[in-house]
């Protein structure tokens, strides 16, 4: 067994902040990545990082434009929060390094955003996102930090009491993919789950192969609610071939929208008559597939974004990673031809419920970056907002885990405090199907008799990962992860897209039912113990499974039109009733769906909502 | 092997287990039986396949733990092609309905992560961004060269971290004013293409100097090297000595006999051996000794 204070599940951009923040708490910190850090996602990330940096900005200006992108489902402790710790924050990663664009004056630049009433989308052309990941490893390299890369961490080693707001995380189970080995990690302080987006569950998505939801799994299996899953982002302009990120970046630069009549669809009909192009992402991603139902589009597929017009100059400048991934994904030259883009899955606004400190309802275990919901998005995240989001709440999580103060928060977690329970029929019922392949359904059954004892909480759960991967590779027959996978993405990017329907939702449900009960007969052909992404990728699975019936459920719960979450049924923002977030919560295989008020007061004024117009 | 493929799959019966016996032995006796099956389903696939417009990929074997892989071997697989199909795209295809125990590294599929550098037809690149269509065939897929592979197309890419982090890859400043450094857009251009390095490990395996001195920096880690150094945002003497140091010991610059290999399989376009020379020319500059 390996121990450490605090350990860091992921590698990506708020895995490495927690890590360094809990280590400058005096925390002996460990990282367990399945990949190595500097692979993860967020090295795709291309637009920017928001943060009110200049005269004629202020973190208030921040803060209003989130709430309202956010369509007045953000809380606006958590919101707040974010929009005063950006600027120290962008300015500590530029200590470290961080290779900003610059002005004239040597200053880092900025350029406008979607939703944004003032540009303050910091960057670094058009891969701030791979910087901002090197620039962090290359501080937890400075600062000696235990990096575990390639182990594939499987389940959370939580105790078993009645509820989860009783239970405590003691630390993980993991496997070493190279060798096969499994082991536990014991973490005295806290665990901190920093696993990504869960892309995978799509099959058009600009998410990374690895991004499969696994903390969001790990976290409701032990217990924590997955909270307001039904608001998935997709991005307006991803590359229609491979679902390749082209960034807003290149809107924000001045580049433009059209049909295949020519028209600048934005304005010409009338989507956004301000903002254009530039409205938030899921008033453009709606538009371009209004566009393309209605026989306005290329191919029946996808529309153009074009960027010629800003000249060679500005766009090798400021947008040169774009003018290589359009080259060599759709054999396109942006500077002579416009591109083809459609919507594509991007991001996931929900995730694992937690206060403006990253703690959950289970004592010792946090989430940060895009798989916890704190809630910064709500039902809509702006772009340039995930970065800042990852640095400034995995700041607070590692510093917070690692015994650091940061006050007492504001925001409630788990099954108490202001509920109310949902009474939505469902056409069966969600979860649990015979787990004899699945983990030991988060948590135990003793009745809390080794809660006390944290060795014995990580040995047990280490011997029902022997188990789990022991049945899974005894069986020589059955299906393959590769096939329940893609019937997973196909039912999601049917009926769980851009545009829902009650029937398709419920349909979606149905066979994520006839999946789980697929699972049960999923076999690992690669008998070897080296490097076996067979198994890794089976396990994975079983993740996105429960991922995805959470984002159903939720879509089928909320009756209304809020930010991304479009319901042919409901076609009006419900706030009399639905200023309130979803939350699921795996109930020990029996999910239960509750719901808290939106919390839209802040330090200094309370957020009314509005009539969302661009 | 077999060519009567039946037309149903034969009930199994689930066992319980003798104790004693080589619990993975007897796993490893029993997959291969299954294996054999369904090996000749496959092929009988494969060669229907062959017939359509297919790709014929042949893919580097190996894997230490099973038996019939310990030798290590190209195994043929016919993909078939659509229009944009990259070589991880074909890799991919091939692992999800041929065979799963096909391994390789990869995850961002926009070439950013670094993960899948092979060595393709002869060549260092990076898979996802490579063109099926610009490949001759058949597509002879490789691990990268010069590294120990782990199993099939997986290498251990170890030696490579070790090298970068030898050269200290991170700002060491610790005067800091309280909002941002300034930089000028000129310095930053001259660092740019230096901070594009991705960790893909294609310059590393394909240095002649490299393959045969263990010790060689190479030029990932001096271009990594190269964008501190160059970067005026830390340009206090000291640690720019210090950071020379490090670059002109035996196994540093003077290594480098400008073969250009790492130049022309940089998937990133980064010009590794002119920041090289320009680093030994900080060196000689600098008038410290060389070997």
Redesign the interface.
Known sequence: MYEHDVIVVGGGGAGLRAAIAAQEEGADVAIVTKLHPVRSHTGAAEGGINAALREGDDWELHAYDTMKGSDYLGDAPAIETLAQDAPEEVFQIEHWGMPFSREEDGRVSQRPFGGLSFPRTTYAGAETGHHLLHTMYEQVVKRGIQVYDEWYVMDLAVTDEETPEERSCHGIVAYDVQSGEIAGFKANDGVILATGGPGQAFDHTTNAVACTGDGYAMAYRAGVPMEDMEFVQFHPTTLPSTGVLISEGVRGEGGILYNADGERFMFEHGYANNDGELASRDVVSRAELTEVNAGRGFEDEYVMLDMRHLGEERIVDRLENILHLAEDFEGVDGLKEPMPVKPGQHYEMGGIETDENGHTCIDGLYAAGETACVSVHGANRLGGNALPELIVFGARAGKHAAGGDLGEAQIETGERGDIEYDETELPYQPGEVGMDTGPSGGVAADGGAVAADADAVVEREVEAQRERVSTLMERDEGVQHSQIRADLQKTMTQNVNVFREEEGLKQALRDIREIREAYQDVYVDDPSRTFNTDLQQTIETRNLIDVAETITLGALVRTEFRGAHWRAEHQERKDDEWLKHTLVGWNDGDPTIFYRPTILEGENKTYEPKERSY | MSTQVPET?TE?ETETEPAGESHQER??T??AA??EYRDAQKKAEQELRAAEESVHLKVFRY????EDKQEPRFDDFYVPYTK?MTVLDALMYA???Y???L?????????????DAMFVNGRQRLCC?TQLSEMAEPVRIEPLPHQDV???L?VD?EHF?DQM?AV?????SED?P????????EN?EK??MS??C??CGACMSSCNIAAGDNEYLGPAAINKAYR?YM?E??DEEELKEHRLRILEQEHGVWRCQTQFSCTEVCPKDIPLTEHIQELKREAVKNNLKFW
């Open positions: 799959e199994t796993r490893m029993e997959k299954k294996r894997d230490p733990e099973v944009g692992r999800d309905h065979d799963a125990s391994t390789f590294r990869h995850s961002c599929r926009q070439a950013v992560c670094g993960s961004k782990v199993k099939d997986v890419m971290y982090h200290e890859p991170y700002f060491q800091v309280k909002e941002e450094q300034r930089q000028s857009r930053r660092i740019k901070t594009r991705i960790w501190f970067d945002r830390e």
